[in-house]
């Protein structure tokens, strides 16, 4: 997936955040009060102080212990979603590395879209007006990019699909090279479950051309034979994929098609309790009228959760399916600052307190 490099933060005029939400407001910062609506003017386009969501953290490096990075939950904007509060910075060729993986930007009515981000440090020794601040020296050693991920797509292809089928093939090989960045890339890879009434997984790639091998080698069944649908066999398959991969990444995630309902698995309640339990994001997409055995319900069951879930009501809106859960997927980020390796006291220096600043924009994935 792209990185984007934040080697244009130079900006760092101010503006006035006075109708900006209370969970964004530098005023609940308590106990730092310095500057409290002055949030810097973003350094891309599009947006503007107004779009800015905040996590904040704190950092030490206390002589003879371990650096720790801590998100701070009570100052941090609640439309920040992460999975630990806990990190241990690195040393790399004499540079300290702090890194948050897996940031998602998700509020109560939409989704947000992260245009650049903007790391500052706080220093209650500096003038009251301009205590948050950009280091100069670090600056440019900021990183903010989408996480990188092992996505396991597990995909319906029986004979329920007719004629559609050949349509869910290529959408899946379009989702699968969105999800690679159009190109090979050496930092994001998607693996493959294809199910029908049997199941075959193919190993994580970052080629392209081996989903579309994949895709095309799977044993179809006839579309006019009567075949059953091994759905919770397949997710199963795609999760312990998941588990036993050895592919480096920041995240992995599960991504599952169907049309229809579990007609063909073993032990199904006990496969869905299995599913429901797994610590990996599942997003599920639905395709609807294609059968009565259709269920949303069952299928929302499966995904992590209701925002996680999105359904068609026809395959000419299956891409767009694909798309917004591309979209979901796509938008788990990854802050990086680079800052150099000096220690400090823990019985005078108080650990670091930072803040990014996520300008993001909005979008909606349809109710259903």
Known sequence: MKTIPLLSLAVMATAALLAFSSCNNDKNDNPINANPDEIPDPSCTDVTADDAIILRFDYTNYQGEEPSVEIIPFRTDDRVKYDATMFTPEIVNNTMVIRIPNIRLIGNDFNYTAQCVTIEEFDESRPSSDRWFEQTEFKNQEEFSETNLATMLCLDVSSSLGEDRE??????????????????????????????????????????????????????????????????????????????????????????????????????????????????????????????????????????????????????????????????????????????????????????????????????????
Request: charged share 25%.
């Open 167 to 368: 349509k869910v093939k290529q959408y899946a090989i379009d989702f699968a090279e969105q999800v690679l960045g159009g190109t090979t890339s050496s930092t994001s890879f998607v693996g493959l479950t294809l199910f029908a009434d049997t199941v075959i997984t193919y190993p994580f790639t970052n080629e392209l051309s081996d989903i579309i091998n994949a895709i095309n080698s799977f044993p179809y069944p006839d579309l006019d034979a009567q075949t059953f649908t091994r759905l919770s066999d397949g997710i199963l398959a795609g999760l312990e994929a998941l588990e036993e991969t050895q592919v480096e990444v920041d995240d992995k995630v599960l991504v599952a098609f169907t049309d229809g309902n579990d007609n063909g698995s073993n032990n199904p309640t006990g496969n869905q309790q299995a599913i429901m339990e797994s610590s990996f994001p599942r997003y599920m997409i639905g395709l609807k009228g294609k059968g009565l055995e259709y269920n949303t319900n069952y299928l929302k069951s499966l995904a992590s959760n209701d925002r996680s879930f999105v359904e068609a009501e026809n395959v000419d809106e299956l891409q767009e399916s694909f798309n917004d859960i591309n979209e979901l997927i796509a938008n788990i980020y990854t802050i990086i600052y680079n800052r150099s390796p000096q220690t400090f006291n823990k019985d005078v220096d108080d650990p670091i307190k930072l803040r990014a600043i996520f300008y993001a924009k909005p979008f909606r994935i349809d109710d259903n």
